[in-house]
């Protein structure tokens, strides 16, 4: 089942979450919508599942090409996973599981027994079978947030919304959700949605990340495609750190600190100024010149505790900057807070500007 | 183990010292004295059909209206946490006026209001409800002094409401109705029973308000409190005890059924 929104618009008061947005996802995708906090991203999941009214004068939302703008959030068969899981307190995880099928007209509604096999399927499928007794207040969050999956689950939704699926769980169960969710996608293959403001969850889960920014879509695409070919200076700023230079683009050149860098993709546009931006594993660092030009900056302070060794810097002009360095080079190279280090850029990624503006 | 906190001693010292001065020593009093009365007596108390009629319409009375003040203050308080409309907080700060108003000066304007010639009263009458000196005066009356339990009970309840289960209810296919029925009063349950036992507590007690629109007729709209003082003015103290120990124990009874009720629900809090 696809779900498709075309120029949806939101405002809350005099405030515009939503901006025109337009969005296509393809059945038995997983896509990520992700942003900062007020980017909208949250609005646009409860707009798809109907509960939230877009402004008047926004297009239709499709599921499988079917309008379902004007259906209640009951009718549109979405599995909605909220945030803190608002699961029934007062219902064991068997009834919570139960909900959706015991609310049904009764016409449509399965048999006592019917409905007991398909809980404890879902229960098995999300591992808790042995659970089924307990109150929501008796689990922790991790399994909770299983529980409210398998609750959306049970009424057989055509799509599946995640609202910040993982957001209020500690860094372990975390990972440890996020593998099994995907092996979950793979295995059920049901078109879903989730919300997120942590990139390396979007940039790891999602087939496709749809990067969101004051209500607008900044650039959609396979995480390899958002990561390295980022469109726009806020989708290369968001996805993980990133050093920026001001320069100036001249006949196929940037020019920036001392440095200059071709750039091909570059090479008709008027000479302009521009931002560099040069993420932290593409600096090299030196602990000696070779002659090449080179920024030159000073170690303020080192972190060595992890896979890379993270290196904070400032140069002569008091910019701050980040680099990354193996800890097999941070070994052999005679590194200390304070030492004078050469840096020299691997891969840069330019965005000019119109000169009114920064 | 030495606490961080300190003081388990002292409070709990403080707590059983209040305790015992405030209600065991006058409860016990009352013991004391009804051990005093021959057993024969209490039984002709205790079989007496006026004395019979006064209990029940005291613990009868008191069911009813709070019954009734569940389900009005259950709507008083949505309409207070859920809504935002003119005049709000001045009808928030005004629930708490029965708590404030003298009983005395309650009653009478209940009277005055319910009479046959008070405003809404005399409407009533040509209808052939009678209101004042009828049991359903008495019923109104207790439903006035109740209501500020019932809401202030609630209110919080409902403030803790995640409009979040609402929303995870409907999207699972649930109608308004369903969610009220399968969500939103089981989860306010807790409360909902502990405001009707402070309202039935209060009103199985209540004398002042009474008073005055029941007329206080024999076996139709006389209540327990007031057959008491009428056994205390006749010099009857036997009989006024004997009354007051049933009225202790039956309302010990209540109170500890709906107690054991609510720890039922224990698991809601966790």
């Not at chain 1, 009718?75 to 909900?99: C, I, K, P, S, W």
């Amino acid at each position: 089942m696809s779900i498709e929104v075309r120029h949806m618009s939101k405002t809350f008061g005099r405030f515009r979450v939503l901006r025109d947005v337009s969005l296509r996802v393809e059945t038995g995708e997983l896509v990520a919508l992700l942003g900062p906090s007020g980017s909208g991203k949250t609005t646009l999941l409860r707009i798809i599942a109907g509960l939230e009214q877009p402004d008047a004068g926004s297009g239709p939302i499709l599921f499988h090409d079917e309008d379902v703008a004007d259906q209640r959030v009951g009718d549109r068969r979405v599995g909605f996973v909220f945030q803190h899981y608002a699961l029934f307190r007062h219902m064991t995880v068997f009834e919570n599981v139960a909900f959706g099928l015991r609310v049904r007209p009764r016409r449509l509604r399965p048999s006592p027994r019917q409905i007991r096999e398909k809980v404890e399927q879902l229960l098995h499928l999300v591992q808790l079978d042995f659970l089924a007794d307990r109150y929501p207040h008796q689990l922790s969050g991790g399994q909770r947030q299983r529980v409210a999956l398998a609750r959306a689950l049970a009424m057989e939704p055509k799509v599946l919304l995640l609202d910040e699926p993982f957001g209020s769980l500690d860094a372990k169960v975390r990972q440890e959700l996020r593998g099994w969710l995907r092996r979950l996608h793979d295995e059920i293959r049901l078109t879903s949605v989730f919300v997120t403001h942590d990139q390396e969850e979007a940039l790891e889960l999602a087939d496709r990340v749809v990067v969101m920014n004051e209500g607008r879509i900044e650039q959609i695409g396979s995480p390899d495609e958002v990561f390295h070919q980022p469109k726009t200076e806020f989708v290369i700023s968001f996805l993980g750190q990133v050093n920026r230079f001001h320069g100036r683009l001249e006949r196929g050149k940037v020019h920036f600190a001392s440095l200059q860098w071709e750039t091909p993709e570059w090479e008709q546009a008027e000479a302009c100024p521009a931002h560099v931006f040069i993420r932290p594993h593409d600096l090299q660092v030196a602990a000696s010149s070779n002659g090449q030009p080179a920024l030159s900056a000073c170690v303020q302070h080192i972190h060595s505790a992890g896979p890379k060794v993270r290196l904070e810097l400032a140069t002569d002009g008091g910019q701050k900057l980040l680099a990354e360095i193996t800890q097999e080079q941070y070994r052999t190279e005679p590194l200390t807070v304070g030492s004078r280090v050469f840096l020299t850029p691997q891969n840069i990624k330019v965005f000019p500007y119109p000169s009114d503006s920064t | 183990m030495q606490r961080v906190l300190p003081g388990f001693g002292l409070t709990l010292g403080l707590t059983l010292l209040y305790w015992s001065l405030i209600v065991f020593l006058p409860v016990a009093a009352l013991v004391v004295r009804a051990a005093g009365i021959p057993w024969e007596q209490i039984v002709r108390t205790m079989t007496d059909p006026r004395v019979l009629a006064a209990l029940g319409l005291s613990f009868g009375g008191a069911a009813l209206a709070a019954g009734l003040d569940t389900m009005f203050g259950l709507l008083v308080a949505w309409a207070l946490v859920r809504y935002r409309f003119p005049g709000r907080r001045l009808l928030d700060a005004m629930i708490d006026l029965p708590f404030a108003l003298p009983t005395a000066v309650s009653g009478i304007a209940l009277t005055s209001l319910y009479g046959p010639n008070g405003w809404i009263g005399r409407w009533l009458e040509p209808l052939g409800i009678h209101v004042a000196y009828s049991r359903l005066g008495v019923v109104i009356a207790l439903m006035f002094i109740g209501l500020p339990f019932v809401v202030r009970t609630l209110q919080p309840a409902l403030e803790d409401l995640d409009p979040e289960l609402e929303e995870a209810a409907a999207s699972l296919g649930a109608g308004r109705w369903a969610t009220w029925q399968r969500v939103i009063l089981p989860t306010l349950r807790p409360a909902l029973l502990t405001g009707f036992t402070l309202a039935f507590a209060r009103a199985v007690g209540e004398y002042g308000t009474i008073v005055f629109i029941s007329g206080n007729l024999p076996m139709k709209t006389e209540i327990a409190p007031f057959l008491i003082v009428v056994k205390l003015e006749q010099y009857d103290y036997a009989g006024a005890a004997a009354i007051a120990v049933v009225m202790l124990a039956v309302a010990l009874l209540v109170l500890t059924a709906i107690h054991r009720l609510q720890t039922s629900y224990s698991f809601l809090r966790g």
